[in-house]
């Protein structure tokens, strides 16, 4: 039995994510998260929200992430135009 998987070349060139943190990043912190929007939010944790071109950029997001000591809650990839009331 094989089982064959087939990349999808449809998906567009960057991906909108969403990432969540425990805890807040500081300040300071901002530029190393490129174009990215941070958000604290009111229970502590930390949404950072954008696009990233490609996988090799979402990893060496997350060594960055890694290195600051956040732990990571969650990682989502968003449709493009999809809000949170749909």
């Given at each position: 039995m094989r089982d064959t998987y087939?990349?999808?070349?449809?998906?567009?060139?960057?991906?909108?994510?969403e990432i969540r943190l425990k805890g807040h990043l500081d300040?300071?912190?901002?530029?190393?998260f490129w174009d990215l929007t941070i958000t604290l939010t009111e229970n502590g944790e930390t949404?950072?929200?954008?696009?990233i071109v490609d996988q090799a950029a979402l990893h060496g997001l997350l060594r960055k992430i890694r290195d600051l000591g956040l732990p990571l809650l969650s990682l989502n990839c968003v449709e493009l135009g999809r809000t949170d009331a749909s």
């Open positions: 087939q990349s999808n070349d449809e998906h567009c060139e960057q991906e909108l994510y300040g300071r912190w901002a530029d190393r949404l950072l929200t954008g696009p």
